[in-house]
């Protein structure tokens, strides 16, 4: 047994304030911490109901708390899930964390009291509290900057592109014409930095939402061939892709911006020899490849090549191509997606990347090709097709004007869903719908679309043009008679569009 001089010299010795209370309520121990946490001497709170040192909103319910706990008494925290006060001798608060032990004298039950002062925790809960506040108030401001920079910074870009577009098709005279062309590349160059900025920022602050599925790796395959086949027999490069008959796990949607842009930037740095898109299966994963015979880069650099900015081997103060953005945006994708992403290179052999994605869950019947495959139609292209276009901005509206009146078609111009309905019923003889997606007045080509399919027909096909790449433009695309475009879209882009919907293609 414990003599009672050694159990006092314990609780004395406690970090806490011990505090032992009788059956009554009434103050029978007060440790000597007691006076650095309520400024009493622990003579004064001898004989002293314990209420003594509560707030007086709490002694009332204090009392049936008190005598609930005789009546059950165990070792536990008091108060769980609540904010407890205590009342200091000069009649502030503190928010203090109390425990209770009942102790059995023989002749009573006593209950020890051990009190903690928690205000300095509290005070760094309340500050993690606010900065996650603050955190989700700043992600909430630049989604909404990023969806009016997708859409308000792509409008001059678009209208620069049509209008371009427009002059390439006028205009005669050799020396225009090679201002022209400059001006297709520096417009080309601004839209590439943009869409590359805009798409960090979106991954930054969690606008982009992955959508897993099971899905052909043929038919990623199949896109990146159609659009890397004529960049690289431009340089002389043989773009070798090998056969996928396997499927996996993701969404195709992002790792195909993934394989967009390992290809590109492999594309970039090979100046001779080939670049090769390869699918190797494997009992837990499917390993695809991205290979090329390009300049390699030096060990020593490995770890900077994803930083946002960096190129192999280009100073900052000399003229680049392109602006490094590219391996930073896949980085950020292969995190969201949580997939693995190797890299092997030898400084003028060429490098490897390596992207691991997971297998398939599906049986084959069910695996549903990765979106963006051309989907078919029915239809042939009459003479001089009548186009109903509707965008909300004047500068674009005209471009897009000029640029399909240029080509020959006949075009009905609106600004609203009110203007295009109009439109419509007095000229229904309509071929093809484009319209933009976001309109004034919160108003959406997708509305657009069917209110004027409700007048035309059933069977009226669109291009739907849009600065918007979340996961919800996606589900559009599931409507063979709609096209999706992304601004800012060149000339020939949307030309071929239009010439691929007339066609029932």
Known sequence: MLSSELLRNLLESAPDAILVVDPAGGIVFASRQVETLFGYAPRELIGERIERLLPERFREVHLT???????????????????????????????????????????????????????????????????????????????????TASHDLRQPLQTLSLLHGTLLRVVKDATAGAAVAQQGQAIEAMSRLLNALLDISKLESGAIRPDPTDFAVAALFDQMRGEFASVAASKGLELRIGPAVHHAHSDPSLVGQILRNLISNAIKYTREGFVQLTCLARPADVRIEVADTGIGIPADQLPYIYDEFYQIGVASNTSREGYGL?????????????????????????????????????????????????????????????????????GVRNATAMLLGVEGYRVLVAS????????????????????????????????????????????????????????SMRDLTSDEGIRLASKPIEADELLALLDALLAGR
């Open 416 to 471: 609203s869903l009110g203007e295009a309905v109009q439109k419509a019923t007095e000229q229904p003889a309509i071929d093809l719908l484009v319209t933009d997606y976001h309109l004034s007045g919160g108003e959406t080509g997708v509305q657009v679309i069917a209110a004027l399919r409700r007048i035309v027909g059933a069977g009226l096909k669109a291009v739907l043009v849009t600065g918007d790449t979340s996961s």
């Open 65 to 147: 708390h008190r005598s609930r706990y005789h009546h059950n008494a165990r070792t536990r925290p008091m108060g769980v899930d609540l904010d407890l006060y205590a009342l200091r001798k000069d009649g502030t608060e503190l928010p203090v964390e109390i425990s209770l032990s009942p102790i059995d004298d023989g002749a009573s039950l006593l209950v020890a009291a051990a009190i903690r002062d928690v205000t300095e925790r509290k005070r760094i809960e309340n500050e993690l509290t606010e900065a996650r506040e603050e955190a989700d108030r700043a992600n909430q401001a630049k989604s909404r900057f990023l969806a």
């Open 326 to 394: 590219g391996l930073s945006i896949v980085h950020r994708l292969v995190a969201l997606l949580g997939l693995t992403l190797e890299v092997r290179s030898e400084v003028g052999r060429g490098s490897v990347f390596a992207l691991q994605l997971p297998i398939a869950t599906a049986a084959e019947g069910e695996i549903r090709l990765a979106r963006g495959a051309a989907a078919s139609g029915v239809g042939q292209p009459s003479s001089s097709p009548r186009i109903l276009l509707v965008d909300d901005d004047p």
